[in-house]
């Protein structure tokens, strides 16, 4: 079955500390990839997304990503991280199998520590 | 108007009550979607509507139908829910094409069942 994982669930930085994220999916097909962020009590907002060219994708607050194909992999960066970029962090998969279907990853917790 | 509003914000129902949520959205997209996400999970894809026509209802129970009256408008009705269901429900909204553009998230509706 078509699958995201992120592997780690909780992370915790001090400020300024440098941030990767680990992205993974199964589906050997065509995707396009998204990282989605939650504040906390605050809806989805999209971080940054990928479709096709340039695999290195940069979004929004510093953030990037890479798309590695071979690895069926989209690692989330962030060099300098700070005390306001506690959130979850949700990978999301669109897995083009015709339908249109998201598929999120289990999200990655991230504290920051000031 | 680059947003997905969903109201209302929050409800509270109990088991035998009858409610709707609702999504609106003008920005011309043609695919929307209802999503469920527990707390300190990630969203779970329930019904996807494209052209204003159900393509994807992911098993959802009877007990919740939606509903897509013209290309800006999702509802979401609810009978006979259990406390099980609640959370918070999300919409979201995309273009549709060869190339996903991304989607669109809503702030969403927590629900509480009683």
């Known amino acids: 079955a078509q699958s995201v994982s992120q592997h780690n669930h909780h992370v915790i930085l001090s400020e300024a500390a440098s941030l990767e994220l680990g992205c993974n999916y199964s589906?050997?097909?065509?995707?396009?990839l998204f990282w989605y962020v939650q504040y906390p009590g605050q809806h989805l907002q999209l971080l940054l997304k990928?479709?096709?060219?340039?695999?290195l994708v940069k979004g929004i607050k510093g953030f990037e990503a890479e798309f590695i194909k071979s690895k069926f992999s989209f690692n989330l960066r962030k060099p300098s991280v700070q005390w306001s970029d506690t959130a979850e962090y949700f990978c999301?998969?669109?897995?083009?199998?015709?339908?249109?279907?998201?598929?999120f990853g289990t999200g990655t917790r991230l504290l920051v520590s000031p | 108007d680059t947003e997905v509003t969903q109201t209302p914000k929050h409800l509270v129902m109990g088991m035998t009550n009858k409610k709707s949520l609702k999504c609106e959205q003008h920005?011309?997209?043609?695919?929307m979607y209802w999503y469920k996400q527990k707390a300190k999970k990630p969203p779970e894809l329930m019904f996807v509507?494209?052209?204003?026509?159900?393509?994807i209802n992911e098993s959802v129970p009877s007990r919740f139908s939606p509903e897509c009256p013209n290309s800006s408008l999702l509802n979401l009705h609810l009978h006979a829910l259990q406390p099980e269901d609640s959370a918070l429900y999300l919409c979201?909204?995309?273009?549709?094409?060869?190339?996903?553009?991304?989607?669109?998230f809503g702030s969403g509706t927590r629900l509480t069942v009683v």
């Open positions: 979201a909204s995309s273009q549709l094409g060869p190339t996903n553009y991304g989607y669109t």
């Open positions: 589906y050997g097909g065509t995707v396009n």
């Open positions: 509507y494209s052209y204003e026509k159900l393509s």
């Open positions: 999301a998969v669109n897995m083009n199998t015709g339908f249109q279907k998201l598929v």
């Open positions: 920005m011309g997209h043609r695919a």
């Open positions: 990928y479709f096709s060219g340039d695999p």
